[in-house]
């Protein structure tokens, strides 16, 4: 399955007005390549710019709508997300080998990945042409596990 551009851009400029992120100037890329991820968003907040990653050589995610929303999301939580990483560095150093910052950071990422799509999940259901949640990450951990 691969993504189209214009649909990828009409939902952009739907989503970006839902999510009140119209001050935002945010790109778009393909990923045309293997890559671990559905889609990534990077953010420059000091010039409210951001680009926003689709994987469309093999997307995990079948429900462009979802990937949209859970990327843009994570420009709406992005200025939380970083005064948290921040007061871990604080408390713990940057470190990753240290036990304690790897431990708080990683249950940080979970905790940040598990809130943004759960958001994103919830206005799939309010507002999203195709209402139909992706399952692609983990029908492919099940194909791994069963041989498929």
Known sequence: MRFEEDNLKEL????????????WDIQYQFVEKDWRKSGDVKINSEDKKAILLINNFNPKSTNLDELVIHELLHIKLWGM???????????????????????????????????????????????????????GKLKKEVDDEIGI
């Open 81 to 135: 997300d970083q005064m948290i990483e921040d007061l871990l560095y604080e408390v713990f150093g940057k470190d990753m080998q240290d036990p304690k910052l790897n431990f708080a950071y990683t249950q940080f990422m979970k905790l940040l990945e598990n809130t943004t799509e759960d958001l994103a999940k919830g206005y799939v259901t309010l507002g999203a042409k195709n209402k139909e949640l992706s399952f």
């Open 12 to 23: 952009l400029g739907k989503w970006q007005d839902i999510l009140r992120l119209r001050d």
